[in-house]
Structure formats: structure tokens, C-alpha cells
């Protein structure tokens, strides 16, 4: 479903360039569900930001679905993550001033394909996530794992062929943490949502079904046991 073709990113720094993700080339296939592992700083983030179309390659190719991200225009590729990818951060980014059933909208909202059905998709995927007694609670009225939650079921708002989350549990407490995960990899799969999850995480690295390890700028498979 994507991949990517000696793919390089380079961030400057004064007069140098600072390389951190350098020639790599995998393929990623429908349905699967990968974690992104690696020690902080070795470029999870910014790998899973050039698959999501939120940042451009300083060499290299990504396509998705036979699309290559260099030749696609910015409208075309706010159009992809718009109606195509679900992200889902460290930190869950909801809006304060809305509702949790409007946070849960907002991908539609934004993407101007909303109708009436979606208020009823909305509710449903928070009913998913355990959270049907939430609905008109604003994140100040939430805690950290119900907020991650809300998240999550914005992400798969669009039923997006391709969820990106990065570091989905790290804020939060052990048990919260579980339920969240659990969440994650249960929607994904049930959807046939593709999912890609950078993460310290090794309990859920290992309750995928692929591992990628980041390490000097290099991305390489490792077996899941």
C-alpha cells in the first residue's frame, strides 16, 4: 500500500546538514500492523512524518497507492492525509473548546465531506473506544486515557486506509496505557485499517505483527519474538 525508494531526510543546522534517516527503502501492506522501535532521537517521528505527508523528503520516493508524494501538488496532499491517513500523537491535540463528539467530527468537518451520517459515526466510534457516556464532555473533563481514546476514534474518523500514531501511550499511566493500545490494535484490525505505531512500548511492539527497528538512520525488520 506504500512504500518509499531510498528515501533520505536532512534537517539543517547552521551551514551543516544533519542527516537522520538515510536510503531507506520498505514496503508496508495493507492491513498490516508494524511498530516503529528505536532509542529517542533516531527518527521514528520523522519517518512516520514523511509517510503521513505532514513533512517532504530531501531525496528519495513515497507512494501510496501507486501515488509518489513528490509529484502531488500541496492540495493534493492535504487532500491524502485529509481523507486517507489518521494520525494519532503523544499528545492527544483535542480541541479544548469542543465536545468530545466534536473532536471525534472534525476530521469530516475539515476534509468537507460531512453529512448527517456523520454525527452517527462519531458516536459510534466513541461508543467503540467506551466513551458513550461522553459524548458532550470537553477534554478539561476528561482524564489522559479517555483524551488518548477520543483521539483514536478521531483518527479512524475518515476510515482512513492508513493510521499513523506516534508514541500513542507515552503520557499515559500502565493501565491506561494497555487500554489504549488494546483499542488501537482492535479498530485498526476490525476497519483493516493499515497501522503504524512508533513506540518505547515493547509489549506492544511485540503484540504486532512486524517490528521495524530505527538505528543510525537505517530501518531494518527484526523478528517479533
Known sequence: MISTLHLSKSYSLGPAAVPVLQDVTLTI??????ALVGPSGVGKSTLLHLLGALDRASSGEITFDGKEYSRLSSDDLATLRSRRIGFVFQSHHLL????????VMMPAQLSRI???????????????????????????????????????????MNEPALVLADEPTGN???????????LLLALTRDHGTTLLVATHNLELAHSMQRILRVQEGSVTDEPTR
Open 29 to 34: 501492506h495493507r492491513g498490516e500492523q508494524i
Open 96 to 103: 479544548p473548546e469542543f465536545t468530545a463528539l466534536e473532536n
Open 114 to 156: 460531512a453529512d448527517a451520517s456523520h454525527v452517527h459515526r462519531a458516536e459510534q466510534l466513541l461508543t467503540q473506544v467506551g466513551l458513550a457516556h461522553r459524548l458532550k464532555h470537553r477534554p478539561g473533563e476528561l482524564s489522559g486515557g479517555e483524551c488518548q481514546r477520543v483521539a483514536v476514534a478521531r483518527a479512524l
Open 172 to 182: 499515559l499511566d500502565g493501565e491506561a496505557a494497555h487500554a489504549v493500545q488494546e
